[in-house]
């Protein structure tokens, strides 16, 4: 089972952690947990790697985004960056110096959701043939330019898109 950490609005941990399949149970009002998504920008050709979710997913189904997800307790949030890109692309990004390009938050407090979303930048030399999606989470993948990251936008089907497009240089 997965455990993240449990937040307080200030971004200071409590000291308490929460399930990942209770965490509609284990948050309180004004309680946060923290995940990472991960700007993956082949080295050369400005292409962005994106991931389609699986049609089985509970929420975005089918939607495009960034490979990302919850940080582990214990975990900072870079080692999280890393290790869900591995996990899920099969890229590994550890050696390229990646680096926290935006941060933003979001409080639904009648969903017992509310979360900070660290969101980080790596720009890495990889070929097509190196991506290996993890088939549990990932439907497949893509290399996006930025217009087309645009229009998956403008469609409503892009993950964070409204929260994060500043990342692509879109205001």
């Not at 997965?2 to 399949?21: F, H, L, P, S």
């Not at 049609?55 to 939607?63: I, L, R, T």
């Not at 890495?124 to 645009?150: H, N």
């Amino acid at each position: 089972m997965e455990y993240w950490d449990i937040y307080d609005e200030n971004r200071v941990k409590t000291g308490r952690v929460m399930a990942r399949e209770d965490w509609h149970f284990d948050m309180q009002p004004g309680d946060y947990h923290l995940s990472v998504i991960c700007l993956v920008e082949q080295r050369g050709t400005g292409h962005i790697l994106i991931t389609r979710r699986k049609e089985d997913k509970a929420w975005a189904a089918g939607w495009w985004e960034l490979p990302g997800g919850g940080v582990q307790a214990g975990e900072e949030p870079l080692e999280a960056a890393i290790r869900e890109t591995r996990e899920e692309t099969g890229i590994d990004v550890a050696a390229a110096g990646g680096e926290r390009v935006f941060t933003y938050s979001r409080a639904t407090p009648g969903d017992h959701n509310n979360y900070f979303m660290d969101v980080y930048r790596f720009v890495v030399d990889f070929d097509e043939a190196d991506v290996r999606i993890q088939a549990d989470e990932v439907a497949g993948w893509q290399l996006a330019t930025v217009d087309e990251i645009r229009e998956l936008g403008r469609q409503g089907i892009f993950l964070h898109y409204d929260s994060i497009r500043s990342v692509f240089g879109m205001e």
